[in-house]
């Protein structure tokens, strides 16, 4: 059974914060409906990206994420949520993390267990890359925010670790993650940490 949180979005459009909800786990459904609500914006910036000759390396990283299919792949394995964060009766974003196979690297927590980010995605409309002015921000702290309670949860004491893409970096790197460096098992993606000190400031 999902459990839901009362949270604040910033509305771009109304200069304020606003009532979001976010549901810790979202079923297969959830997200397939989600995906569906979605895929027109990505589609119709993948033929404008398209007809305008725009190289594939220029586009946002995140274009060919199927979440439908990530959805079918944990469907049923504890370790595995993907949460979602509710505003105006739509899906503004959807994480998906795990809370086994994975330990710290930093050296002051290397071997420790740690909540692992392995996507986290904000709905187009939010997105720059697809609208202009985009609807809702801080989508991406809530779940960061998230993330670290979960760890807590889990007795991790706020550690997460992610493989960030390209685009993403500066975000994590303003959150005060530790940046790893290019990890050549992650496909050649930067990774970070946090430790509890920097999840404790993040989120007291």
């Known amino acids: 059974m999902s459990q839901r949180s009362a949270i604040s979005l910033w509305d771009r459009h109304a200069q304020q914060l606003v009532p ?23 589609e119709a910036r993948i033929q404008k990206l398209l007809a305008d000759g725009i190289p594939r390396s220029q586009w946002p990283e995140h274009l060919h994420w199927d979440w439908e299919a990530k959805a079918s792949a944990v469907a049923g394995l504890l370790a595995y949520q993907i949460m979602g964060i509710e505003c105006e009766g739509a899906l503004q974003g959807m994480m998906l993390a795990a809370t086994v196979g994975k330990v710290c690297h930093i ?15 904000t709905a187009p409309w939010n997105d720059m890359e697809f609208v202009d002015p985009p609807r809702f921000g801080l989508v991406g702290k809530v779940f960061l925010a998230a993330a670290i309670q979960l760890s807590r949860d889990n007795g991790f004491r706020g550690r997460v670790g992610l493989h960030s893409l390209p685009q993403a970096e500066p975000f994590y790197h303003s959150s005060g993650m530790t940046d790893l460096g290019i990890d050549p098992n992650g496909e050649n993606l930067r990774y970070f940490e946090m430790t509890p000190a920097q999840a404790q400031t993040f989120l007291p």
């Not at 976010?22 to 989600?34: F, K, R, W």
């Not at 050296?107 to 995605?121: C, D, E, M, N, T």
């Open 107 to 121: 050296p002051s927590q290397a071997g420790r267990p740690l909540v692992y980010i392995h996507f986290l995605a």
């Open 20 to 42: 979001a909800t976010l549901v810790d786990a979202l079923d297969t459904g959830d997200v397939i409906q989600a995906a569906l609500s979605w895929r027109p914006l990505i």
